[in-house]
């Protein structure tokens, strides 16, 4: 079984910075890509951010030049850095797996953490 742990959420006013962590944990030999996405009230969510074991990256338009991905292959980890926070920022962010191959070598779907909330307020 495969676990991803969120942290770092919370509430911030519009132009600070708040860095979100995730940790992977289980019988995990390696993992493809880790990233965030989020979820508005109301609304579908959304890609924030991924980065591949090669450290290739991807943003969504909305956050590039103000949120910052990174990941530790070896340590099974990856933290979202996001400053210039704006009101429309405000969401759930899901810390997000896949690719996932366990010491087994069985390989899993995707694998989503719970979720953190992060308010940003005007």
């Known amino acids: 079984q495969v676990q991803l742990v969120e942290s770092g959420g919370g509430l911030v006013q519009a132009g600070g910075s708040l860095r979100l962590s995730c940790a992977a944990s289980g019988s995990i030999f390696s993992i493809g890509v880790m990233g965030w996405y989020r979820q508005a009230p109301g609304k579908q969510r959304e890609l924030v951010a991924l980065?591949?074991?090669?450290?290739?990256?991807n943003y969504a338009d909305s956050v590039k030049g103000r949120f910052t991905i990174f990941g530790d292959d070896a340590k099974k980890t990856v933290d979202l850095e996001m400053n210039s926070l704006k009101p429309e920022d405000t969401a759930v962010y899901y810390c997000?797996?896949?690719?996932?191959?366990?010491?087994?070598?069985?390989?899993?779907?995707?694998?989503w953490g719970q979720g953190t909330q992060v308010t940003v307020s005007s």
């Open positions: 980065i591949t074991s090669r450290t290739s990256t």
């Open positions: 997000y797996a896949d690719q996932v191959m366990l010491t087994s070598r069985s390989t899993l779907p995707a694998v």
